[in-house]
């Protein structure tokens, strides 16, 4: 939609859409209603913060105890977060175990380049591959003894059987 500016003796053109008006109405009302809406919020705390007494104890609320005896499903869902938990916490241990191992093996083979690059005679080309296969190996005991460490993989819990429906009228045929 073009409109023409009254009183311009140059009657200059410019495009306005109803659409970008009707928007930026829009905008300007929701920016408003937005600060208004944060005012009640303030307000509502700071009332709900001087009515509300603030208990004068130090000690911390004991947390409830549930007497009550769970479901089979309810212990399951309880173990397998636990089994989740562990294998992350294990997955986790892993991954820093095999960090080291690689540091270890990368450590090695830098250090066999800079004495194959020293080297001359075959006695120390020699020495350099022993000293390589040496620390490969010892890196290899480190990382199978702390694996070991680590105790056996977390055992995943059995699922519950679900209990069987009964049907109360059998059909007949």
Not at 25 to 41: C, D, E, P, V
Not at 115 to 136: C, F, H, L, W, Y
Not at 146 to 156: R, S, T
Request: charged share 25%.
């Amino acid at each position: 939609m073009i409109r023409q500016h009254e009183g311009d003796a140059g009657a200059t053109h410019s495009r306005i859409s109803p659409f970008s008006q009707n928007l930026h109405m829009m905008l300007r009302h929701t920016i408003a209603m937005s600060w208004g809406y944060r005012r009640a919020a303030i307000a509502a705390c700071i009332a709900l913060s001087v009515v509300t007494p603030h208990s004068a104890s130090a000690e911390p609320t004991p947390a409830p105890v549930t007497d009550t005896p769970r479901t089979p499903f309810e212990q399951y869902q309880l173990d397998r977060e636990a089994y989740f938990e562990a294998v992350k916490a294990r997955s986790q241990q892993m991954k820093l175990i095999n960090i080291a191992f690689k540091d270890s093996c990368d450590k090695a083979a830098r250090d066999f380049k800079v004495a194959m690059s020293a080297a001359r005679t075959p006695d120390q080309k020699n020495s350099a591959a022993t000293i390589r296969k040496n620390a490969v190996s010892a890196a290899i005991v480190a990382r199978d003894n702390a694996i070991a460490a680590l105790g056996p993989e977390p055992v995943a819990p059995i699922e519950p059987a679900k209990p069987l429906k009964i049907n109360s009228k059998k059909k007949q045929r």
